[in-house]
Structure formats: C-alpha cells, structure tokens
C-alpha cells in the first residue's frame, strides 16, 4: 500500500489563506510547478533557500509514494530590470555589460545554478523547461488571449487588460489586493505608455532596434512578457488545472496573479489548486538580493571567503541551518545563527553514526511507532521541518540512552527506528553525513597511496610495464599521479 494513503498531508494554500487536506487531481500524482531563477547572475543564499523548500517538499511527495512530475524552469528571457513592463531584459543588460551573447550569459549562470544545487544535494526535477524553448507556445497563448478581447495590440506589443478581465474575474484574488484601489494608488500614463490602464501587463513587447533577444511574430519582432512563459510551460508539461505551483513570497505578485489571470482568460479555469510561497531569507534583517548586494553567494559560505561569517560551513551545515526553520517563516542568515546549526547538525549525525553498535534486546521501552507517527505529523502539517527536526533530536535522546543501557529496545523496533531516522535524514531533508563521506575519502587516499607505492617498487625493480599500467588504470578512473621531487601525488 503506497504511504499516501495512510499518511494524509495538509498544505498552506495562500489562495484561501489556509491549511487544506492535499487531494491531488490523479490519485497518487502530483503535478508541481516551481518558478526557476533568471539566469542573469550568481544565485545567492536567499535564491538557494526557496529552491531548498520545494527540493524538500518535493522529496517528501517521492518518500510518501507519490509518482511526481516537477517541473522547475529556467528564465532565460522576457524578465525585465525591477521586474517592470519598460526597461532593459535582465539578461539582455547583463550581456550589454560583458560583451558577451546572452546564451552565453544564460549558459554560464545555468551552469552556476546546478551546480550549486548539486554541492547542495538537491536532486533535480522532472522537467526544467526554458522560456526561449518555448516561444512558439507563448505566442499561441496571446492569441487566444487577443481573441477573447482581454489582450489588446498597440504599436507592435500586446498587452493584457486587467480592468477588462476584472468585469468578469477577480484580478487580485491571490494576493489579497482590489483593482480599484491598485489603480488609485498609481500615477497616470499620461500618454506615456502605449497601455490602457497602468496596471495592464505584456504579452509580448516590440523590440527597439538596438534589443537583441528578439523572435518574430504576427505582431513584432520581439519578445515575450515575463509572466506568460510560466503559464505556457506549466500548461504544457502539467495541464491546464495542475496541483501544486510554487515560488518565493515575492512572486505573489504581479507574477503569479499575472499567471492565474493568463489562465483563466485562455482556459476559463483557474490553473492550480494549491499556490505555495516560501518565505525569504534576510542578511541583516533584509531580503537577501541580487539587486541590492545584500547578499552571500553559497560559494562564499563554503569557502569562508566573505566578511560576514567567523570560518568555512559545509553545504550539509548550511542546508541543516535553513530547514531548521518553517518554510513559510523569515529567516535571518548570521555568522551565531550557523555556528548553532553545525552543532546540532553534528550532535545529529553523531547520534546516526552510532545507530549500529547499538544492541537490541527482549523488550522495547522505548514507544518507536508513536515517535515514528509524530515525525510524519511534523511534515504533513504543511511540512513542518522545524519540528521533524525537534523529533530527530528526541531520536538523539534516545539513541544515548540506548547506548548507556537506561533504555532496551527490540530487534524489530531498532530496525524501524533506524530506517526511519534514515530516511528522514536522508532522504526527505536531504542532509549527507560529511563525516562518512570524509571517511570514504580517506580510504580513497589510502588505496591510491597503496598503489604509488607499488608503482614506486615496479620502477625500482625496472618493471615499467607494470609502473604504467598502474598509471593508466588510475588515469582511466579519473585519478591522476603527479611525480615530484618529494614524491608522487594524486588529483581525482
Ligand atoms: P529570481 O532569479 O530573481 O527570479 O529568483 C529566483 C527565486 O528566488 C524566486 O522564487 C524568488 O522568489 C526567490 N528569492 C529571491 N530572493 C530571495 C530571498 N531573499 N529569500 C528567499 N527566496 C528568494
Ligand atoms: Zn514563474
């Protein structure tokens, strides 16, 4: 029996403002949307937090049995400087700036972000479609959206308009906000603007000359509006009604309401059932962002190589340090903040390194299910990591009392036990033992310093068949020697 069904979960919906049971649309499928980053420079911490909350939930749906397609993009245009209508592309203004192709620019920062989500031990989605990929799709929406009436043309772009939509929608209905008072409290296009109304949005905008990211058209040569390559590649890998739609706070708006509105004048419906947004991390109280510099690069925190923290910390110490705090909750990146997580991520680790010298005994006085039941609570109450964290270290109690002989418990029960701390560990907050991995790297070393050795012996004893096969055989693995005059060394 697959876990779903014994394990119901409840998600925060921020389109009712409450915590509501997950039914997905297909019975045992989840369809999840996730907006990626635009890929016009680094990711920083903050980035890397809300991409961490759905690489966390993410895991949970694939740990309770679920088949999941998730589909995370990557903007790779249309993205505009203050995430305005007018202005430079994100991209477009970065390539200007190096001199450089913004595919050159889209494929280094592309290139920068997995990376740095693999040092994180994210595992990657099921889809991670790009907006340029997907024109041809963006361009059929505005017309459907152009034939209901709702877009409009106007010197080569087309733009959505909202007062329209709203006679028989309710532009706003995400975040909270009422069209009369949005145009109240915004100045008038005083014939500056090819828009109606001040709050209508692009679909696609006529590029000036000098734009080079640019496609044609039946109305420009141009570009899309970032809103649109969300709705086009949701729709087109999960449907046009799918279950979960994800990105950080400040996606809420325009970006997400822009994309229900999209919707629902292309499709009548409303796409998602379920609209989650995680929280931003601060530096100093304030959002981290690109925009500001208030920032730190994961690779800076990895390094030690910043003026903000003490020494080095490991991505699983970093990753630990997020997860210990709600994904819907502020939280405030600091040098006190992460020395304490790296003592709780050790003392975690510690107490899981010692699960197998731990002996089972006749009788179990210790309620393994009942604590087992609670770390699910935690994570289906919108997955609530704070507490299965809370839970662990109750694990970690037990495991030292265990050890010292004041608690018994039975060969079955320490079978579930350790299982369980495993795969929450493991598998659902995604964390990895560094110390086990450092060991595995010291047996590395050891067997490759075996091998120069014997190398070392075949050239004393002039059999250099044997000295070059042994190098070629560790080239082949990837392992390269390098003779100096203190010796030979490796490189992997
Ligand atoms: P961007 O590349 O700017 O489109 O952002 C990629 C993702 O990071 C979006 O989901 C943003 O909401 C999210 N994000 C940006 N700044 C922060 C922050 N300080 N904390 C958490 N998430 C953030
Ligand atoms: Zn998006």
Redesign the pocket.
């Known amino acids: 029996m697959p876990l779903y069904t014994t394990q119901p979960l409840k998600i925060y919906n921020s389109l009712s403002g409450e915590k509501e049971n997950f039914n997905p649309i297909h019975e045992g499928n989840v369809g999840m949307y996730v ?1 990626g ?2 890929v016009y420079s680094n990711v920083h911490l ?2 890397v ?2 991409f961490m909350s759905f690489d966390v939930i993410f895991r949970y749906f694939l740990h309770l049995d679920y088949k999941v397609r998730y589909v995370r993009n990557i ?1 790779d245009v249309g ?1 505009i400087v203050d995430d305005v209508d007018e202005g430079e592309d994100k991209i477009a203004k970065k390539a200007r700036l190096e001199q450089l192709e913004p595919m050159e620019v889209v494929q280094r920062y592309t290139v920068d972000f997995h990376d740095i989500l693999k040092s994180f031990n994210f595992l990657p989605p099921s889809i991670e479609p790009t907006a340029t990929g997907h024109i041809i799709e963006q361009i059929e929406i505005i017309k459907k959206i152009i034939d209901t009436g709702i877009g409009y043309k106007a010197n080569g772009s087309v733009y959505f308009d909202v007062v329209k939509y709203n006679e028989t929608n309710n532009y706003g209905v995400l975040s909270g906000r009422n069209i009369e008072d949005m145009l109240a409290n915004t100045r008038d296009l005083d014939g500056q603007s090819d828009k109606r109304n001040p709050q209508d949005f692009a679909l696609w905008k006529k590029a000036e000359p000098e734009h080079i990211m640019r496609w044609p058209s039946p109305w420009s040569d141009g570009f899309p509006g970032w809103h649109l390559e969300c709705t086009a590649m949701s729709t087109k890998y999960l449907g046009n009604h799918f279950d979960i739609h994800g ?5 809420k708006f325009p970006h997400h309401e822009c994309e229900i509105a999209q919707n629902e004048a292309c499709t009548g419906q409303s796409p998602v059932n379920y609209w989650m947004h ?1 929280n ?3 530096l100093n109280g304030k ?4 925009s500001t510099g208030n920032n730190i690069l994961p690779g800076e925190i990895l390094s030690g190589d910043n003026n903000i923290l003490s020494k080095a910390f490991s991505a699983s110490v970093t990753r630990f340090f997020m997860l210990q705090a709600h994904y819907r909750s502020i939280l405030d990146f600091s040098d006190d903040a992460i020395v304490a997580a790296e003592k709780g991520y050790k003392r975690l680790m510690e107490a899981v390194d010692a699960l197998p010298v731990i002996s089972a005994g006749a009788t179990s006085s210790i309620d393994i299910a009942s604590w087992k039941q609670l770390c699910y609570d935690a994570m289906n109450d919108d997955f609530n990591t704070p507490i299965l964290i809370a839970q662990l270290f109750e694990a970690v109690r037990y495991i030292n009392l265990l050890k010292e002989g004041k608690e018994t418990i039975t060969a079955e029960d320490l079978a579930t036990f350790a299982t369980a701390i495993n795969a929450f560990v493991f598998d659902v907050l995604g964390l990895s033992d560094e110390k086990a991995a450092d060991s595995n790297n010291d047996k590395l070393e050891g067997v490759v310093n075996m091998l120069i050795g014997m190398r070392n012996q075949a050239r004393a004893d002039k059999n250099f068949a044997l000295s070059d096969q042994i190098r070629d055989q560790l080239i082949a693995l990837g392992i390269q020697l390098k003779d100096g005059k203190d010796g030979t060394t490796f490189s992997v």
């Open positions: 907006c980053p635009t903050g980035n937090r809300t903007t993205h990105g950080g706070m400040d996606l995680a931003m991390l601060t959002k981290m962002a690109k």
